[in-house]
Nanobody, 119 residues
């Protein structure tokens, strides 16, 4: 059974840091690109960061570039999002997403973890 389980969210003050984790089971993790999305109340879901499967190339939204770092450990089937210099506008539910490398394949989503940046 496929599962993506996020953890690491919480309440943090502006300027603080958090590290999100997403543990994957049930599929060949190393073959999938992984993404972090976020959705703030009343806003559309936004792509935050992407990391490819084997090579580990990364890409970031302009809004988080230089502050967030996506990484993965294929031995642990886990993807991470290190978030530094957090701002109130980073407040959102953060979701991890596994992007199928197969034509017609399924993408997978986690249930989300809340990040709140507030003093």
């Amino acid at each position: 059974q496929v599962q993506l389980v996020e953890s690491g969210g919480g309440l943090v003050q502006p300027g603080g840091s958090l590290r999100l984790s997403c543990a994957a089971v049930g599929f060949t993790f190393s073959s999938y690109a992984m993404r972090w999305y976020r959705q703030a109340p009343g806003k559309e879901r936004e792509l935050v960061a992407t990391i490819t499967g084997t090579i580990g190339s990364t890409n970031y939204a302009n809004s988080v570039k230089g502050r967030f770092t996506i990484s993965r450990d294929n031995a642990k089937n886990t993807v991470y999002l290190q978030m530094n210099s957090l701002k109130p506008e980073d407040t959102a539910v953060y979701y991890c997403n596994a992007v199928s490398p197969y034509l017609g394949g399924h993408d997978y989503w986690g249930q989300g973890t809340q990040v709140t940046v507030s003093s």
